[in-house]
């Protein structure tokens, strides 16, 4: 199992300049972070490290190439949990996250599906939460095992944010062999699940892993925030049990990628991909 890195690493800079950074940090792997639809202003401009999904997907391998770096996942990170809207990031764009992925052969697509904004989502219940979400899953999970795909469901919100959500999720769409779990150590601690039993529970559906901890001052939070950008800290000095985690899954042969979601200098990355490895390896 390797460790990279998001590609967020300097706000209101370009792709290129965050993947630069990365390999300057010492690290070889790398997600795409951020994606779009079309073109973005600010992406044009240099002033985002988004990815658009209809870009020649080969065009961003080469840049990887080039740095000598791989692409971990691609993010399609969505608002699942509210109604359908071609001004959101949902279904369609799931679907060309899935083509993008399979034509430079990266397995994994992290989706989630986000706390809910409107009033119309707020007051969905429980229910109609799942169904919802769901349904919005339902293509975008065929086409993924048609092109061998993995759909990865990350902690972000109130559904995937529990254990008990996330396998809602999974029963209504009938258990689809190409859904699985991103584990995210820090969103799902705050949401309030045990990270450690939400990766005894997915251990087999688990393929990729964010990793985060998260200091004392997050406590009074916890169960009343879903999900968070970044940690500020080195992994293992906060209160999440990531060597826990990682007790867990160390031998599991389906995660071949993590990525640090820290903010910070290249040495605290640093010392948080040696905290990993040297736990996954022993």
């Not at 169904?131 to 065929?142: G, H, M």
Request: hydrophobic content about 40%; proline content about 4%.
């Amino acid at each position: 199992m390797k460790v990279g890195v998001f590609l967020a690493l300097e706000p209101y800079t370009s792709f290129e300049h965050n993947l630069k950074l990365a390999k300057e940090a010492g690290f070889d792997y790398a997600d795409i972070t951020d994606t779009h639809s079309n073109g973005s202003m600010f992406a044009s401009a240099g002033l985002s490290a988004s990815v658009s999904l209809d870009e020649n997907p080969f065009n961003i391998k080469r840049k990887f190439d080039e740095l000598g770096m791989q692409i971990m996942t691609i993010s399609a990170h969505a608002v699942l949990i509210e109604a359908s809207n071609p001004g959101l990031f949902q279904t369609a764009e799931i679907m060309k996250a899935i083509k993008f992925a399979h034509a430079i052969g990266v397995r994994d697509v992290v989706t989630t599906e986000t706390v809910p904004k409107s009033d119309w989502a707020k007051k969905l219940s429980y229910e109609q939460s799942i169904f919802t979400v769901a349904e919005k899953l339902y293509n975008p999970c065929k086409m993924a095992e048609d092109y061998g795909i993995n759909i990865i469901f990350e902690p972000h919100g109130p559904i995937t944010d529990s254990i008990s959500g996330i396998g809602d999720v999974m029963a209504c769409l009938g258990h689809p062999k190409s859904l699985g779990v991103n584990l995210d150590t820090g969103n799902s601690w705050l949401g309030g699940t045990d990270p450690v039993e939400l990766a005894k529970k997915y251990k087999d559906k688990i393929f990729h892993i964010h990793w985060k901890d998260l200091g004392e001052e997050w406590v009074p939070q916890r169960g009343k925030r879903y999900g968070c950008g970044f940690s500020t800290i080195e992994l293992g000095t906060g209160v999440i049990d990531i060597k826990g985690v990682i007790e867990v899954l160390k031998d599991s042969d389906k995660i071949r990628y993590s990525t640090l979601e820290i903010a910070g200098t290249p040495e605290l990355l640093r010392a948080s991909a040696d905290f990993v490895y040297k736990h996954w390896n022993s």
